[in-house]
């Protein structure tokens, strides 16, 4: 069974940085790409970052030069460095697993990132 279970969420003042990570299970974690998402209240999930199983990386432009995906494949995790936060940062952060062959994407449970002075 796959499991993938994000921490690091919490309150943080605008201009301050938190660390997400994501810890995966039940999965050959080393040849899945993995993405990090975030959904805003009233808005649709939306992708933040990607990381290939190759370690090729990908931002959304709202969030290029201030975010960083990283991925351990010793420890089966991958991280979201988030710098400079802003409020328009607060949504739910999500973890997601893509299996290629067959395509199949797993996804965690989320976590709360809240940016508020």
């Known amino acids: 069974q796959v499991q993938l279970v994000e921490s690091g969420g919490g309150l943080v003042q605008p201009g301050g940085s938190l660390r997400l990570s994501c810890a995966a299970s039940?999965?050959?974690?080393?040849?899945?790409?993995m993405a990090w998402y975030r959904q805003a209240p009233g808005k649709q999930r939306e992708l933040v970052a990607r990381i290939s199983r190759g370690g090729s990386t990908g931002y959304a432009d709202s969030v290029k030069g201030r975010f960083i995906i990283s991925r351990d494949n010793a420890k089966n995790t991958v991280y979201l460095q988030m710098n400079s936060l802003k409020p328009e940062d607060t949504a739910v952060y999500y973890c997601?697993?893509?299996?290629?062959?067959?395509?199949?994407?797993?996804w965690g449970q989320g976590t709360q990132v809240t940016v508020s002075s």
């Open positions: 997601n697993a893509a299996q290629r062959v067959p395509k199949i994407d797993y």
């Open positions: 039940g999965i050959i974690f080393s040849i899945v790409d």
